[in-house]
Every structure is written in structure tokens, then in C-alpha cells.
């Protein structure tokens, strides 16, 4: 690297928000499986322990080193249903074992808490899914998710149907703690398995026993360079300067994986090329849009500004890493994510136009807050249409909406942290229960058709 090109690099870190925001460590549960819960549980928080004592010193050590802000520490592991299904019991008891490991070695989170269901249920599945408004009521830093579809397997519309309760039963067990328990909860299409940002974070079968992955940030880099760009400057060179400024973030997430591999021992995963934003001031994706033109997020233009801002991203990034995985992309999480934040309290951002933007960004409705009383079929309709975005585009899509319960349009809920705060967005109502009530699975779309 060039002395200039350092430079850079610490004044992105200094002025301009660039941070890791997350260092994830993957760890595999199979062998962790037992006849007995409470065996099995013991082995799951011997092996966590055992391979992640020295995850968080390792990542304080390179923040250090190399002055560069490591924002999370986190741990995902194999979805706990697959465990449940061979131990039985109440799979509550792995949600305790894993916030017991989370807080012995000082993790931020630990995501895992899952089930995969796009065809149907399997041996603990249904148990887990009916736990997990519990599960993430009685602990702080344990995380959920639920596939629910994907582009081979079509989408599984009994579990939808089953989503929107658990969802809205999430709420209602933490309505007393600003509704938290759907803040840890995402349900997904195509859910990818190395994916190191939370609540959607597990560890898949087709991974290593233990791997580390690398989550980066940097909206607030990219939005300052736009910034100093010539207003009149051609949307193609917009794009060739995202992705010239992906290439220098992506270099750092790259750095940051290899030297954590090398110390801790375990294999090198992935960089999530994603843009992460946080509520902090210059750290948002809707104030990139609004530097490219748009004068407010949400405004027409938006999609089109957010499918450009994507894909530059992904190029820039694939020139800096052979360790591409995760969702890769730009993120639009409305409470984390001060732009949209404002947005959303000017009216201008609606939850149609964020489902529009889902069909060419990372993942999809995320952390939306919607009113408390919005029923849960209305919420498994949110759910499945997200999920057919996703099927029909072959991408990741996810839904993570926070019903606050006893609140309405214009109240707002506040999380604190990186989770943000924001405005109660209004929901068509319209009711929905004839289909969301007909169950069964919505057909894989057709993948060719050759003469």
C-alpha cells in the first residue's frame, strides 16, 4: 500500500466512519448433538468457549494494531433446530446455554437460534419456531431467523402463516422493552449460510467445523466521495467512483480476515461487501442516494440510484478479495440508518417504496417498526411478498418488522445502540387471512424453458 493510499485509509477512519462492523466466528454444533438436552447443551457451551475464547482479545488486539474500528464481535453456529430434533426437550434450554457463552466471552451477539423450513418441517423445527418468542425474551444477545423459501424449493406458506405470529408474539413478549424480541428476529428467502451480520447470522452445513468472516462498513466513505464529485458528473463515472472507494474498504475487511484466520488458527471465510449503515450522523445509505440526486430518500429515482450503488459495490469489491460471501450489497435498515430515519418521518419513505428498493439491494424489510396492533396476517402477507421477490430474482430477501405493541403512525420506538430508533411507518391494513389461511407451499418459479 502507498503512502497516500494509507493516508486515506486513516482519514476514512477518522472523518469519515469507515469501520469493521462486524468480525463473525462460524462454529459447526453437529457434534454437539445428543439424545439428552442437558449433554448436548453442555457440549454446545464447550465447544463455543473452547473455540472463541480469544475471538474478542484477537479483534481488540487488531484494532490496535492496525487502528481500525472492529464495531461487533459475534458467533454464529449451526440452526439449534437441527440439534433439537435429535435431543427433543424444550430447545429454550439452547437459547439460555447460548446467552451463557455469549456473555462468558463478551460477545455482542450470537445468531444460530434457527430453523430452515422452505419445504416443509423436519424433526425439531416446529418446536423450535413455537420457542423463540421465549428464547429471545429471556436473553439479551441471542439472535433468530427462519427460511422460509427460496428459488428451488418455492415458498412455504404454512410457515409464513406461522411467521407472522411468532413475529408478532416476539413483540408482545418484549413490549416492555421497546418490543426488543422482533429486533433479534429476521425471517428469510434464499437465506445464504455464511452470512456474518445479526439477527440472520448461522452457520450452514455446507461450512467448516470453525471459520472466521469479516462484515464491512463504509456508507459514510462512499457518500463523502460523491460528495466532492462534480454534480454534472455522468451516472457510468458515479459508478466507476463507488466502486474505486469499495475497492479501498473492501482491502481493509480483507486485512482484518487474514490476520484475525492467522491468529486464531481457523480458516479464512468470507468479506460481506455490504454497506452497513449505523444511526450516526454521515453513516447512512439513504444519504448516499440523496448525494447521487434524489433529494430525499424515497423520492423517485431511489430504486434506480440504489440498483446503481449495489451493484458498483459488488465490483469493487470482488477486485479486492477472492473471499467474497455473505449477502454483499447495501443495506437499507430503516431505524439503523439515520437518512431513512428521516425519511420515514417525512413521509417520504413508505413501506412500498422499501419493498420496491428490496429487489435490487442486500436483503430486504429490515427493521421496520409498524403499529402494534397490525395483525399477524397482515405480517405474513409482508412476509410472502418479500419472500416472492426473492424467489422469482434468485436473491436473498428478509423480513425483520417490530410490531410496537401499544403504539401507532407517528409514535416512535427507540433501541438504542446500533439497533437506532424510529418512527411507527404506516401498513395497508387491508385484511388477508382467505389465502394467508390456504397454507401449503407457492410453487419454485420456473428456472428455463427451451425449445
Avoid at 34 to 54: F, M, W
Avoid at 234 to 258: C, H, S, W, Y
Avoid at 355 to 366: P, Q, W
Avoid at 391 to 400: E, I, L
Wanted: charged share 20%; net charge negative.
Amino acid at each position: 500500500m502507498h503512502n497516500n493510499e494509507i493516508l486515506q485509509t486513516i482519514k476514512m477512519i477518522d472523518e469519515e466512519t469507515l469501520d469493521i462492523r462486524t468480525i463473525t466466528m462460524g462454529i459447526s454444533l453437529i457434534d454437539c448433538m445428543d439424545p439428552d438436552i442437558h449433554v448436548s447443551c453442555q457440549k454446545v457451551e464447550e465447544k463455543i468457549c473452547r473455540l472463541a475464547k480469544d475471538l474478542v482479545s484477537t479483534a481488540n488486539k487488531i484494532e490496535k494494531t492496525y487502528g481500525i474500528p472492529i464495531v461487533n464481535k459475534r458467533i454464529s453456529v449451526t440452526p439449534i433446530s437441527m440439534l433439537v430434533g435429535v435431543s427433543g426437550g424444550n430447545p429454550v434450554e439452547y437459547a439460555l446455554t447460548l446467552e451463557k457463552c455469549a456473555q462468558k466471552l463478551d460477545i455482542d451477539f450470537i445468531g444460530g437460534y434457527s430453523a430452515l423450513v422452505q419445504k416443509g418441517y423436519a424433526a425439531g423445527d416446529e418446536a423450535l419456531i413455537n420457542s423463540i418468542p421465549e428464547a429471545l425474551a429471556k436473553t439479551e444477545h441471542v439472535c433468530s431467523s427462519v427460511n422460509i423459501g427460496s428459488t428451488k424449493a418455492g415458498i412455504n406458506m404454512d410457515a409464513v402463516k406461522k411467521m407472522g405470529e411468532i413475529v408478532k408474539q416476539c413483540s408482545e413478549w418484549t413490549k416492555d422493552d421497546n418490543c426488543l424480541g422482533a429486533a433479534k428476529l429476521v425471517v428469510f428467502c434464499n437465506a445464504v449460510e455464511d452470512n456474518p451480520f445479526m439477527a440472520g447470522a448461522f452457520h450452514g452445513v455446507g461450512e467448516p467445523d470453525c471459520e472466521i468472516h469479516v462484515g464491512v462498513s463504509g456508507p459514510g466513505v462512499v457518500r463523502a466521495a460523491l460528495a466532492k464529485a462534480d454534480k454534472n458528473l455522468p451516472m457510468d463515472e458515479i459508478a466507476n467512483l463507488i466502486k474505486r472507494t469499495a475497492f479501498k474498504i473492501t482491502r481493509m475487511g480483507q486485512l482484518v480476515g487474514t490476520v484475525a484466520s492467522k491468529a486464531l488458527g481457523v480458516p479464512f471465510g468470507i468479506v460481506d461487501l455490504s454497506l452497513a449503515p449505523t444511526p450516526a450522523v454521515g453513516d447512512s445509505v439513504a444519504h448516499i442516494l440523496e448525494e447521487i440526486g434524489v433529494s430525499t430518500c424515497g423520492g423517485y429515482g431511489t430504486t434506480a440510484a440504489l440498483a446503481m450503488l449495489n451493484d458498483a459495490v459488488k465490483k469493487g469489491g470482488v477486485m479486492a478479495t477472492g473471499h467474497v460471501g455473505g449477502l454483499s450489497g447495501a443495506f437499507i435498515p430503516v431505524s439503523e440508518d439515520a437518512g431513512m430515519i428521516d425519511a420515514a418521518r417525512a413521509g417520504v419513505l413508505k413501506l412500498e417504496k422499501l419493498e420496491a428498493m428490496t429487489a435490487v439491494c442486500s436483503v430486504g424489510l429490515d427493521m421496520i417498526i409498524i403499529p402494534g396492533d397490525t395483525s399477524a396476517s397482515v405480517i405474513s402477507g409482508i412476509i410472502a411478498d418479500e419472500a416472492a421477490i426473492g424467489m422469482v430474482n434468485t436473491k436473498t430477501t428478509a423480513v425483520r418488522v417490530i410490531p410496537a405493541i401499544g403504539k401507532d403512525v407517528g409514535d416512535e420506538l427507540n433501541f438504542g445502540g446500533l439497533l437506532g430508533a424510529g418512527p411507527v411507518m404506516p401498513v395497508n391494513q387491508t385484511e388477508n387471512d382467505v389465502m394467508i389461511d390456504r397454507g401449503g407451499r407457492i410453487p419454485a418459479p420456473l428456472q428455463a424453458l427451451k425449445n
